[in-house]
């Protein structure tokens, strides 16, 4: 939770951040197609606010619950969000919950012992069982203030802490905007399934490409120009945008998903 998780860091934008930050909302401006949502969420966004998983989604509220209406997902695993939802279309989610409560971006990793006091047993085991390692969320209401919008990030890179949450106060209001256009669009047609949604940046394809010759993150690293450690990050996002534990698996499923070609 804010207050709670991580070292006290300066949240102030540098001016290469607030040239990003004006590029995401620029861009996020001329969003018309959940496609067009979820490409801007994987490359632009990424500038500031790197993330491996985004489920996002509106709902109406009532007194401390929320019935869905809509929900999307990017590399989100689809059965952990139907976890969530109870048959009478209310979500049992205990970060949403405390989302309600406090209208303040929710910070959460399983490994902090304060946060462990807010996640009932049943949905930490999901959350460990479907990789999410943390969780970022926030979300904004309505001008009646009867439904809200909400974005659930998880797979950031480090430890969270008072940055994330500044982040997402700057960033919600113009994710909420573009994703109520979203919605709003004639060609919109109900919930979206997250394994449908994989995207893959061209980087990530790169090296894909590379870790299908069988390559170690090194010899890939010398090979595109990049640090090792970058490449590291780059195929544990591949990883979790592919569902999948192995570099094996991760090929495997990149072709048959023409990510990459069995011969390339």
């Known amino acids: 939770m804010p207050g709670e998780i991580g070292e006290v860091v300066s949240t102030s934008l540098s001016s290469s951040e ?7 909302v620029e861009s996020g401006m001329h969003i018309k197609t959940r496609d067009e949502f979820f490409k801007w969420t994987q490359a632009e966004l990424q500038l500031i606010f790197p993330h491996g998983m985004l489920v996002c989604g509106v709902g109406r509220l009532g007194k401390d619950v929320v019935q ?3 929900v999307m997902g990017c590399n989100f695993p689809d059965e952990y969000i139907q976890a969530l939802q109870r048959p009478d279309g209310l979500t049992h989610s205990p970060i ?13 990793e399983p490994d902090c012992e304060v946060t462990q006091k807010l996640a009932p047993p049943g949905w930490l085991d999901n959350f460990h069982r479907y990789g999410l390692v943390n969780l ?59 394994t ?7 980087r990530e394809k790169e090296v894909l ?38 570099r094996a698996q991760a090929v495997a499923k990149a072709i048959k998903l023409k990510f990459i070609s069995a011969k390339h």
């Open 18 to 24: 607030r040239a990003d930050f004006v590029e995401i």
């Open 68 to 70: 869905i209406q809509n």
């Open 96 to 108: 949403i919950q405390r989302w309600l409560k406090e209208q303040q971006p929710i910070l959460f």
């Open 136 to 194: 970022a969320a926030h979300g904004q209401r309505d001008a009646d203030s009867h439904s809200a919008s909400y974005f659930s990030f998880s797979r950031i890179p480090g430890s969270l802490n008072q940055r994330h949450a500044y982040l997402l106060k700057l960033l919600v209001p113009h994710l909420h905007t573009a994703l109520m256009r979203v919605l709003s669009n004639p060609r919109f047609n109900g919930r979206l399934s997250p």
């Open 196 to 202: 449908q949604q994989i995207n893959l940046s061209a």
């Open 209 to 246: 490409k590379w870790m299908s010759d069988g390559k170690s993150n090194w010899e890939i690293a010398q090979v595109i120009g990049l640090s090792e450690s970058t490449v590291k990050n780059h195929v544990h996002h591949i990883l979790g945008k592919l569902h999948v534990g192995t």
